[in-house]
């Protein structure tokens, strides 16, 4: 099969378009034709080898854990699925190795939810992992109506998700972002302030007596989140391991098809909106990665056109 992979750690340029082994399928397993790849900062962070402390990798590698696809076979009992079935995963594995930008990928029946017929292949490529950690990380903080909320980085995809299951849960959204970006955070139900010097002083003129907890987005803003956190309000990061020190909570999100499932159901009653800022063809992964790197905050970048 066809797969984009690098053999080394490195820029974009260890990426190469190579033949690989069709992924066998495991009891409980699920093989995947991919139709759409979500591409993620930690795709191309694990491919400079930025977390080699952290996660086992077996090169040559195959990035990419979000996928969107059609059930091409089912392992030994595995009931859940079958042949043609159109689902949806945050594929993420404790080893990286056999990722999802590839035309083939093997998957436990356990990490795959049936995708909503409401979304795209792009949409449903983007939505797992920032799907799965927005709702998290919500899910950490306990924040309930009529509550709070500050969300660092309101305008990349994660915040998005954010805005959305919170507004949902009849929260009070206070997002960052630049001032192109402020038009879609009024849509999505936020009110938005420019992030920068002066963040502190602007949250305040919003919610003078504090916000009840904040979700960290973005990293590198423990600063302004214990500024303006109430004295029993909660804080959790998914880009800051100094939050710990500081009595906030460090988020990794954890593949689950039972979790996917929840978000699913907010795609099909038309609560969970998913923007896709850009795709490009499997073959130009290196572009969709410099894409990714520039920090556009415009929605999720996807990778197509798996098969030639």
């Given at each position: 099969m066809k797969a984009m992979t690098y053999a080394q750690y490195g820029g974009t340029e260890v990426l190469e378009l190579t033949q690989r082994p069709t992924p066998k399928v495991a009891p409980g397993?699920?093989?995947?034709?991919?139709?759409?790849?979500?591409?993620?900062?930690?795709?191309?962070?694990?491919?400079?080898?930025?977390?080699?402390?952290?996660?086992?990798?077996n090169f040559p590698v195959t990035p990419g854990w979000d996928v969107a696809g059609v059930v091409e076979a089912v392992g030994f009992d595995t009931p859940d699925f079958k042949v043609g079935d159109e689902v949806y995963s945050y594929g993420r594995r404790d080893t990286i190795q056999g990722g999802t930008f590839a035309e083939l990928v093997a998957l436990p029946a356990a990490i795959v939810a049936h995708k909503p017929a409401t979304l795209s292949w792009e949409q449903a490529a983007a939505l797992p992992l920032t799907g799965l950690t927005a709702q998290r990380t919500l899910d950490a903080l306990a924040v309930t109506a009529g509550q709070t909320l500050l969300i660092h980085n309101g305008s990349g995809s994660v915040g998005r998700t954010g805005i959305q299951l919170a507004v949902h849960a009849g929260v009070r959204v206070i997002a960052t972002g630049s001032v192109r970006n402020h038009e879609r955070l009024r849509e999505l139900g936020a009110e938005p302030v420019e992030y920068g010097p002066g963040l502190v002083e602007r949250v305040r003129a919003l919610a003078p007596d504090g916000v009840d907890a904040v979700a960290d987005f973005i990293g590198d803003v423990v600063d302004d989140t214990l500024a303006l956190l109430k004295a029993d309000g909660r804080h959790a990061s998914i880009a800051d391991w100094t939050v710990l020190s500081h009595g906030g909570q460090y988020i990794w999100v954890r593949p689950s098809a039972e979790e996917l499932e929840r978000l699913s159901l907010l795609v099909e009653d038309g609560t969970l909106s998913v923007d896709v800022a850009q795709t490009f063809p499997l073959q130009e992964a290196a572009k969709a990665f410099e894409a990714s790197m520039s920090g556009h905050g415009a929605g999720k970048i996807v990778l197509t056109e798996f098969t030639a």
């Open positions: 397993a699920v093989l995947i034709r991919v139709k759409a790849a979500g591409v993620n900062p930690v795709d191309w962070k694990i491919m400079s080898g930025a977390l080699d402390g952290l996660m086992d990798v």
